[in-house]
């Protein structure tokens, strides 16, 4: 979906991209797991705190104001009409209170299930269901469909954005 607003004319970053970034390459917070953790490998990180609520939670508090502050930083340097974040946890978090508007994309449990990486543990008790995100959402896009689709749902919300 953000690669979609991109070509639509947005101006785009991931938060599991920002992750991702501050694990491979920020010496606080890989020395933090390398401390709490006794590793740096993302698949060894999800592992344990999937397995652990309180292993889950340290890691978001050191990683989550982390995100949120080179997200807002990258914000305030763009000039692109119209700026799109994914953030897989939104609502977890509590950071809808950021943005403008909110497009949630969901697809029938079967399909997500059959899309993902299986994670050991209960993560999918720590998400909000994808109903009530949904019902909270400014846009939502049912994921079962072609690119085709894909783009002209993007479409549909650039336009409806531009006009507002």
């Known amino acids: 979906m953000l690669e979609a607003f991109g070509r639509h004319g947005a ?14 390459s920020d010496a606080d917070v ?22 652990d609520r309180s ?3 340290w890691l978001e508090s050191l990683l989550h104001p982390r995100v949120v ?15 799109v974040s994914e953030v897989p946890l939104l609502y977890e978090t509590g950071g809808e209170t950021r943005f403008d508007k ?18 050991p543990g209960d993560r999918e008790l720590h998400l909000l269901p994808d109903r009530e995100k949904a ?9 079962t469909g ?3 689709d894909l783009d002209r749902f993007v479409a549909g919300v650039v336009g409806e954005l531009a006009e507002s």
């Open 11 to 24: 101006a785009t970053i991931s938060s599991d991209a920002i992750v991702h970034e501050l694990i491979a």
């Open 102 to 119: 909110v497009v949630v994309v969901t697809a029938p449990k079967a399909l997500r299930d059959a899309r993902r990486t299986p994670f």
């Open 55 to 57: 292993q889950l939670e």
């Open 69 to 83: 502050a080179r997200y807002l930083d990258w914000r305030e340097r763009q000039d692109a009409p119209l700026t």
């Open 135 to 143: 019902k909270r959402a400014d846009f939502v896009y049912v994921n």
């Open 30 to 51: 890989r020395g933090a797991l390398e401390d709490r953790l006794g590793t740096t490998d993302r698949t060894e990180i999800g592992k344990i705190v999937f397995a």
């Open 146 to 148: 072609s690119l085709e």
